[in-house]
Nanobody, 126 residues
Framework: QVQLVESGGGLVQAGGSLRLSCAAS????????MGWFRQALGKEREFVAV????????TYADSVKGRFTISRDNAKNMVYLQMNSLNPEDTAVYYC???????????????????WGQGTQVTVSS
């Protein structure tokens, strides 16, 4: 079992930065690929970034590539999403998720994630 709690969301002006954190509990965290997804009001949840269980591989959505960075610290059971050059289109609830199966490389597909946090709101004003 893995439990996830996100933090770090808030209101920021366009061009600004935020760092989201995801605190995980459970001994299997370090063996699971982790992802960040987001859901804007009235839209479907979408993939943002994923990182493999070892941290050696990352993948980003085209919309955030070059602006967002995903990282993890397995010793601290933490996953991070550094978000720079934010724009109003980044406004959404951001969710941290852990893959259902261990030793994953990090999938873009939300159905492969069995554990989800409660989400943290990010609002970018123009």
């Amino acid at each position: 079992q893995v439990q996830l709690v996100e933090s770090g969301g808030g209101l920021v002006q366009a061009g600004g930065s935020l760092r989201l954190s995801c605190a995980a509990s459970g001994r299997s965290f370090s063996r699971r690929g982790m992802g960040w997804f987001r859901q804007a009001l009235g839209k479907e949840r979408e993939f943002v970034a994923v990182i493999s269980w070892s941290g050696g591989s990352t993948t980003y959505a085209d919309s955030v590539k070059g602006r967002f960075t995903i990282s993890r610290d397995n010793a601290k059971n933490m996953v991070y999403l550094q978000m720079n050059s934010l724009n109003p289109e980044d406004t959404a609830v951001y969710y941290c998720a852990a893959e259902e199966s261990p030793y994953g490389l990090g999938s873009r597909r939300s159905y492969e994630y069995g554990y989800w946090g409660q989400g943290t709101q990010v609002t970018v004003s123009s």
